[in-house]
Nanobody, 131 residues
């Protein structure tokens, strides 16, 4: 059974940094796409970033480009989201999710930023950025 577990959220001042982790288990993830989403209270869940574990290509929403970095460890069982220069508007619950494998994953064709493209979800971890 594929499982994802997000962790690392917390309270940080504006301009600060946090690193979120998403632990992956229950499969070999070489052909998966792992996405990060955030959801602020009363708002829709939005794609933040994703990484294609087939070729380690990364993708970012415009709002976080240059501030957030997604990466994976060598064993490909943990995906990270390094968040820097945090802003109050980054305050949200953050979720990691996985798209079931394609032979050759293509995040653009998969619409990586759309929550409905994802098959597996972890629980959220809360990030609060104070001004």
């Amino acid at each position: 059974e594929v499982q994802l577990q997000a962790s690392g959220g917390g309270l940080v001042q504006a301009g600060g940094s946090l690193r979120l982790s998403c632990a992956l288990s229950g499969a070999t993830f070489d052909h998966y796409v792992i996405g990060w989403f955030h959801q602020a209270p009363g708002k829709d869940r939005e794609g933040v970033s994703c990484i294609n574990l087939f070729d380690d290509a990364t993708y970012y929403a415009d709002s976080v480009e240059g501030r957030f970095t997604v990466s994976v460890n060598n064993a490909k069982n943990t995906v990270y989201l390094q968040m820097t220069s945090l802003k109050p508007e980054d305050t949200a619950a953050y979720y990691c999710a996985a798209i079931r494998p394609w032979t050759v994953p293509n995040p653009l064709r998969m619409n990586w930023y759309n929550p409905r493209a994802y098959d597996y979800w972890g629980q959220g971890t809360l990030v609060t950025v104070s001004s």
